[in-house]
């Protein structure tokens, strides 16, 4: 069974920084992309960044020269260092990775169960 769980969230002025961090454990065998969704009240869930095996990375325009995604192989772990937050940003923040749990078995993606964050004005 994998697990997929989150940490770093909660409340901040706007202008702040969080960082978000999302760990996997479990029986994994390998891990392929790796990335950070997010969800605003009645909005739908929207791609914020993600990261690559190669660590190669994309971001949503929104998010361009604020967040940075990174990711430690030897921990299962990946990233969000979230600067200069604004009250848009404020949302449910959830992980999402591409694990492959058997040697010839598809990969699948697994979620986390999300953590909020709220920027204040």
């Known amino acids: 069974q994998v697990q997929l769980v989150e940490s770093g969230g909660g409340l901040v002025q706007a202008g702040g920084s969080l960082r978000l961090s999302c760990a996997a454990s479990?029986?994994?065998?390998?891990?392929?992309?790796m990335g950070w969704y997010r969800q605003a009240p009645g909005k739908k869930r929207e791609l914020v960044a993600a990261i690559s095996s190669a660590d190669s990375t994309n971001y949503a325009d929104s998010v361009k020269g604020r967040f940075t995604i990174s990711k430690d192989n030897a921990k299962n772990t990946v990233y969000l260092q979230m600067n200069s937050l604004q009250p848009e940003d404020t949302a449910v923040y959830y992980c999402?990775?591409?694990?492959?749990?058997?040697?010839?078995?598809?990969?699948?993606?697994?979620w986390g169960q999300g953590t909020q964050v709220t920027v204040s004005s």
């Open positions: 999402n990775a591409e694990i492959r749990v058997r040697m010839w078995s598809n990969p699948y993606y697994y």
């Open positions: 479990g029986r994994i065998l390998s891990i392929g992309s």
